[in-house]
């Protein structure tokens, strides 16, 4: 009778035992699935906000170029004013002919 019980106990007991390593193992894998699906979110928008600063940048770049650019061309402007001022027409009907 003892070793139907020792047995009895035994199985009872690993009984337990496989359980909670099956409720560890729906766990483990929960965990690991909500971080898988955590990165896969996570990378393409670290990726997307590294483009946006390398983009901002460029942007930055590319305004001053503009900036530097209108200048250089008002200053065309003004030198083709000044050298165009340099010289006069003189039309026919100005003098009375």
Do not use: C
Request: aromatic share 6%; net charge positive.
């Amino acid at each position: 009778m003892a070793l139907t019980s020792s047995r009895a106990k035994r199985s009872s007991h690993s009984h337990v035992l496989s359980q909670t390593l099956a409720k560890r193992v729906v766990s483990v894998m929960f965990f690991l699935g909500l971080l898988i699906v955590t990165v896969a979110l996570v990378v393409p928008i670290i990726k997307i906000l590294t483009n946006n600063v390398v983009l901002a940048q460029q942007n930055r770049v590319l305004e001053k170029r503009i900036l530097d650019l209108e200048q250089e061309l008002l200053t065309l402007r003004k030198e083709r004013l000044l050298f165009l001022s340099q010289f006069e027409t003189v039309r026919m009907e100005d003098y009375g002919q």
